[in-house]
């Protein structure tokens, strides 16, 4: 979905204009600079991503009906409905990776690998 499809519902659940919602959505989209595919979510699409959200604008907006809104609920709303109505973890979105060699490499002082 894109971002002013989010900031347009945030609209029509809390009131205000687009303006209001629009830098929360293309923050939380961001990471599409990395996968332009359904992978950029794990990046923030997360519980962990809310509160990362809640921490670069606020606990909540003053949108311009001049009503607060937390920004928790409009992260929530964004992920539900990025994820089919799901705000999962950032666990979920790891365990589903599989795993490479080279994830587990470890250089050492002495300039050799281990595993």
């Not at 919602?21 to 359904?38: G, N, P, V």
């Not at 979510?41 to 604008?57: M, T, V, W």
């Not at 795993?99 to 300039?111: A, R, S, V």
Request: hydrophobic content about 30%.
């Amino acid at each position: 979905m894109h971002t002013t499809m989010h900031a347009d519902t945030s609209v029509k659940i809390w009131g205000g204009k687009r303006e209001d919602y629009q830098q929360i959505h293309d923050w939380f989209d961001e990471t599409k600079e990395h996968f332009c595919d359904f992978r950029h979510r794990a990046l923030r699409h997360h519980s962990q991503g809310i509160f990362e959200a809640e921490r670069k604008f606020g606990l909540t907006i003053i949108n311009s009906d001049g009503k607060s809104v937390p920004v928790r609920y409009i992260g929530e709303q964004h992920i539900m409905e990025d994820c089919g109505g799901k705000i999962p973890t950032l666990q979920d979105w790891l365990e589903s990776f599989t795993p490479k060699p080279w994830m587990n490499m470890k250089f050492t002082i002495q300039g050799k690998w281990n595993r």
